[in-house]
Every structure is written in structure tokens, then in C-alpha cells.
């Protein structure tokens, strides 16, 4: 079974702060990304990677960017938290049609 | 623009009957579509998918049609056990930039069985 792990499952910050949430997969995917989800937005796409050191933006970009130095982690970092930054995010890797996701950080900027 | 809806919000249904959650998409170049239930504070699991080359799915107690001329999919779930109560996520699944696939989402739907 792959797994996806996400650094914390909760986590409060403060507004201004740089965040960082880290993402690991275990199965060798080529593909990982970056969703939030929100009541009635569903999930929306932050950025993706195809490859190490490759990025792409998603939906909604602004606000954050990643890193993907080795195949297996994938990181999210919010530049300068903000309160719209409050939100349930997603950690997700993939090999082909399926995406396989991680448990989610909630993270709360206060 | 969204292009993968559910528009139901919510379904609320009586234990041991049909749940009929459903999606409709407007990219035509989608191949794959994909189900995924998700409890509150935890990530999405995957349920079952469709290709674009097939009409139904079936695995238990849950079958994905596909209607490619009306770019509408639907979840049965059959019979609806209280377990089942959870958000669930369309998807579809195409080719992206770079080599990798891209997924899009729907808004979700939150199924409630009542014993």
C-alpha cells in the first residue's frame, strides 16, 4: 500500500510567520501535489510536481511555493501566513490514474 | 472554472437503501474517473474509478456508471450502511504538463445514512 506522510496533522501558527509542511512518499512516484480543502470549495490545487525540481503552479498558487529536492518528499511553504491561509491541507502522490492522499495537516493562522 | 461539479451539497438517505451521488464534468479529454470518500480531519481514500472506456464499475456494494455523452457520472452505493456517512469526491483524471496525469475535483457531496 503507498503511504503518504504529513509532518503534523495540526498546527498553529501566526499571522507573518513562514510555515513549512512536509510531505513524504514511500511507492517511487513521479507525481506529487498540493491541495487545501474548504467547506464548499472542495479541493483545490495549490502547485504539482513531475519530477524532482520540477513545479508546476496549480489553481491557487499565490501565497505559497514548494520545494522537491528528493523523489520521495514534496514541501509546501507559506511564505508570510495569513489568516485565509487557515485551512485543511492535503499531501498527494501518484503514479498514473490514481491519486493516493496523505491524512492532512489543519493548520489555523491566527 | 470548475470542471468537474456536484452539485448536491448534501444527500441524506435511510440505511439499507440506494445512495446515488452524482458528478458531471466538461472536459471530454478526461480518461479516468475516480470516487473518494473522506471522514472529517482525514485525507481522502480512494473508493473506484472508471475508465473513459467503459460504461460501469462495480466492486461490493459500490458501482460508478459513466455517461460520456452526457459527461455524467454517478456513485451507487447499495445497500447504505451508517459507516458509509462521510463527504465524497468526484474526480476525473487527465493528461497534465509534464508527463504526470492531473486530477480535478469536485466540490464534494455529504452523504448521511440514518440508522
Known amino acids: 500500500d503507498v503511504k503518504v506522510t504529513q509532518s503534523s496533522r495540526y498546527l498553529v501558527k501566526r499571522t507573518g510567520e513562514k510555515v513549512f509542511l512536509e510531505c513524504v512518499q514511500d511507492?517511487?512516484?513521479?507525481?506529487m501535489f498540493w491541495y487545501r480543502q474548504d467547506p464548499g470549495l472542495g479541493l483545490r490545487l495549490i502547485y504539482f510536481?513531475?519530477?524532482?525540481?520540477?513545479?508546476e503552479k496549480g489553481d491557487i498558487p499565490e501565497g505559497y511555493s514548494v520545494s522537491r529536492e528528493k523523489k520521495e518528499r514534496f514541501s509546501l511553504i507559506l511564505e508570510s501566513a495569513s489568516t485565509n491561509q487557515t485551512s485543511m491541507y492535503l499531501c498527494?502522490?501518484?503514479?498514473?490514474?490514481?491519486?493516493?492522499f496523505g491524512p492532512g495537516t489543519r493548520l489555523t493562522v491566527t | 472554472d470548475q470542471q468537474v461539479k456536484q452539485n448536491s451539497p448534501s444527500l441524506s438517505v435511510q440505511e439499507g437503501r440506494i445512495s446515488i451521488l452524482n458528478c458531471d464534468y466538461t472536459?471530454?479529454?478526461?480518461?479516468?474517473f475516480l470516487w473518494y470518500k473522506k471522514y472529517p480531519a482525514e485525507g481522502p481514500t480512494f473508493l473506484i474509478s472508471?475508465?473513459?472506456?467503459?460504461d460501469k464499475n462495480e466492486d461490493g456494494r459500490f458501482t460508478v456508471f459513466l455517461n460520456k455523452s452526457a459527461k455524467h457520472l454517478s456513485l451507487h452505493i447499495v445497500p447504505s450502511q451508517p459507516g458509509d456517512s462521510a463527504v465524497y469526491f468526484c474526480a476525473a483524471s487527465g493528461v497534465g504538463r509534464g508527463t504526470g496525469n492531473q486530477f480535478y475535483f469536485g466540490t464534494g457531496t455529504s452523504l448521511t445514512v440514518i440508522p
Open positions: 511507492m517511487d512516484h513521479e507525481n
Open positions: 498527494a502522490s501518484s503514479l498514473r490514474h490514481v491519486v493516493n
Open positions: 472536459n471530454s479529454m478526461f480518461d479516468y
Open positions: 510536481s513531475y519530477d524532482v525540481k520540477m513545479k
Open positions: 472508471i475508465s473513459s472506456i467503459k
